[in-house]
Every structure is written in C-alpha cells, then in structure tokens.
C-alpha cells in the first residue's frame, strides 16, 4: 500500500524565513502527490498537486514543492514565511489510474510563524 | 461557483444514537469521498462514490455507511454511536476521481458523548 511520511510534526520559522515541509512517499510507481494546507477548523485547501508533469510544481500562496523520484521525495517550499502560513499542512498520496481513488494521508506538520 | 457544502457544521450525540451527515459537491463533480479526522489517527479514508455507486471503501466497522443521489449529494451514516466516533468528518468533490483534484468541505464535528 502507498504510504507518506511527513517528517517533523511541529516546524517552526521565523517571518520572512526559508519554510521546508518535508514528505516521503512509499511506491514502486511515482504516484499522484499532493499538499494540503487546513486551518484551524476548516477543512483542506489544495497548494498544489504533481501528477507526472513538471518536477517543479508551482502552487498558491507562493509555495512549491520538488518531486525527486531518486530520493521518493516530495518537500514543499516558501522562500519567505508570513504569518497567514501558520496553518496545518498534510502530504497526500494517490495512486495513478481507476480503480483505488482514495488519497492517503501523511501524520500533518504544524507550521508556526514566529514574529 | 459554489464550494463543497457540508450540514451541518457542528453535531452531538450521545452514545447508542445514529447520526447522518450530509455532503454537497461542486455543481458537476460526479465523484464525492469521505474522510474521518482524528488527533489520534489522523486523517483516514472512510468510502468514495462516483455516479451512485461506492467504488472504495476504508477500513471502517459496517456501522459506518454512505450514499450518493442521482444530483451527485451525498449522506454517511454512522449507527450506535461510540465515543471514539468523535471526529471531524470531511467530504471532498472531484470532478472524475480522486486522484486528480479533490476539493474539500469544511467538515462536520461530531462529539458523541
């Protein structure tokens, strides 16, 4: 089964610094990719999304996040932190094609901002 | 163009009860996924239905259970409600399947007590 592994439950930065969320998937075939971003309660709002196109993904609020098949990674960036970004951010994973459509879910890192 | 709509927002009930949520997609979107989220378990797929029928379904006890209209809406169904059932309960719209864009509603908390 594919699986995510989201490393670092709780990331803080400071404003205007560097913001890296990492993630991991587990398959034998690059899946469909996927960061989430929730609120406090509200639901999931997509930043962006990889599926088999560019390796560079451009997603909303300025993030972006890299797919690199050799190290099965898919870490999402922002190279300047505000404070609206402090949120929950979940790494999903699909696999390709009909037949399982569901998204698994990595454990969600909490991202504050420090003033 | 409208969001997914979840009603209600906010549930209690007590143990023993049934409870049904509902779910509105995206005015054209045919496939409709539920997701239960706990601080425990995080988020974890419960069932996903596409033009009236389930195609997947999580590892949920049968208590848990869904359907989906001919409009595309959907209701999950919990029955004998246990205290661990309480949760956030999401839905996410997709136009096709899941795995290309999925859309989600604000959620529905249930608190059994």
């Given at each position: 089964a594919q699986s995510v592994t989201q490393l670092g439950s709780h990331v803080s930065v400071s404003e205007g610094a560097l913001v890296l969320l990492r993630c991991n998937y587990s398959s034998s075939v690059p899946p469909y990719l996927f960061w989430y971003v929730q609120y406090p309660n509200q639901g999931l709002q997509l930043?962006?999304?990889?599926?088999?196109?560019?390796?560079?993904?451009?997603?909303?609020?300025?993030?972006?996040?890299?797919?690199?098949?050799?190290?099965?990674?898919?870490?999402?960036?922002?190279?300047?932190?505000?404070?609206?970004?402090?949120?929950?951010?979940?790494?999903?994973?699909?696999?390709?094609?009909?037949?399982?459509?569901?998204?698994?879910?990595?454990?969600?890192?909490?991202?504050?901002?420090i003033p | 163009k409208a969001g997914v709509t979840q009603t209600p927002r906010y549930l209690i009930k007590t143990?023993?009860?049934?409870?049904?949520?509902?779910?509105?997609?995206?005015?054209?979107?045919?496939?409709?996924?539920?997701?239960?989220?706990?601080?425990?378990?995080?988020?974890?797929?419960?069932?996903?239905y596409f033009s009236e029928t389930q195609r997947n379904k999580g590892n949920f006890p049968g208590r848990f259970s869904g359907r989906q209209f001919s409009n595309s809406r959907s209701e999950m169904n919990v029955s004998t409600l246990e205290l661990g059932d309480s949760a956030l309960y999401l839905c996410a719209s997709s136009p096709l399947q899941v795995n290309t864009e999925a859309f989600f509603g604000q959620g529905t908390r249930l608190t059994v007590v």
């Open positions: 930043l962006l999304k990889y599926t088999s196109a560019a390796t560079l993904v451009k997603g909303i609020n300025g993030f972006e996040a890299e797919f690199k098949k050799s190290e099965t990674s898919f870490h999402l960036t922002k190279p300047s932190a505000h404070m609206s970004d402090a949120a929950e951010y979940f790494c999903a994973v699909s696999p390709l094609g009909f037949g399982n459509e569901k998204l698994t879910f990595g454990t969600g890192t909490r991202l504050t901002i | 143990r023993g009860q049934q409870v049904t949520l509902s779910c509105s997609p995206i005015s054209g979107h045919r496939s409709v996924s539920w997701y239960q989220q706990t601080p425990g378990q995080g988020l974890q797929f419960l069932f996903e």
